[in-house]
């Protein structure tokens, strides 16, 4: 089945603990995107990889690092959570920039 | 700022009759626009997306349409149904520049039976 999933799914994390939310994609995608959802302010954008080794800034990479080592995998990195990354991520895959994005299930942190 | 706005955080309407939903845009660099259906536990899905070269496209129930001039574009459900209530999301693209987009804010749709 073609999917995008995400590990965890749900996290509760204390302030300035690294922590790491991975994303896989088995659709041979080469695009590949981190959003977080917040009340109000809907989907922006984190982080966005054209290719293996090619990643650009979204929106809102503040705080967030990510890397591209392998084709299906595209981990969300936050070397230092503070509480205003209380959020709902989402990661998504595509074969290009005019088509469409499938995104995961999501994942809810909670930074205290 | 946003640049991919809409405006009405929610909208009821009977089964069987039209939704509509809005969206604004800011940047007149965009050159495709998708919309996007979320339900609560999942990850968005996507629904139907317009290039501007066009100021129409139709799939099934699903219509988009695209003002360039007023920045704005609306999706016509066309007869609704209950499945359909949903948080739908447009969303914003300039095809050249990566795989960057800009989404709205969200409209939550509610069809009453």
């Known amino acids: 089945e073609a999917q995008v999933t995400q590990n965890p799914r749900y996290l509760i994390t204390v302030t300035g603990k690294k922590l790491t939310v991975t994303c896989s994609q088995n659709?041979?995608?080469?695009?590949m995107s981190w959003y977080r959802q917040d009340p109000g302010l809907g989907l922006r954008q984190i982080y966005y990889?054209?290719?293996?080794?090619?990643?650009d800034k979204g929106d809102v990479p503040e705080g967030y690092k990510v890397s591209r080592k392998e084709k299906r995998n595209f981990p969300l990195i936050l070397e230092s959570p503070s509480p205003n990354q209380t959020s709902l991520y989402f990661c998504?895959?595509?074969?290009?920039?005019?088509?469409?994005?499938?995104f995961g299930p999501g994942t809810r942190l909670l930074v205290l | 700022d946003q640049q991919v706005k809409q405006n009405s955080p929610s909208l009821s309407v009977q089964e069987g009759r039209i939704s509509i939903l809005n969206c604004d845009y800011t940047?007149?660099?965009?050159?495709?626009f998708l919309w996007y259906k979320k339900y609560p536990a999942e990850g968005p899905t996507f629904l139907i997306s317009?290039?501007?070269?066009?100021d129409k496209n139709e799939d099934g129930r699903f219509t988009v349409f695209l003002n360039k001039s007023a920045k704005h574009l609306s999706l016509h459900i066309v007869p609704s149904q209950p499945g359909d209530s949903a948080v739908y999301f447009c969303?914003?693209?300039?095809?050249?520049?990566?795989?960057?987009?800009?989404f709205g804010t969200g409209t939550s749709l509610t069809v009453i039976p």
């Open positions: 317009i290039s501007s070269i066009k």
């Open positions: 940047n007149s660099m965009f050159d495709y």
């Open positions: 998504a895959s595509s074969t290009g920039t005019k088509e469409t994005q499938y």
């Open positions: 659709m041979n995608h080469e695009y």
């Open positions: 990889s054209m290719n293996v080794e090619v990643t």
């Open positions: 969303a914003a693209s300039v095809r050249n520049t990566g795989n960057q987009f800009y």
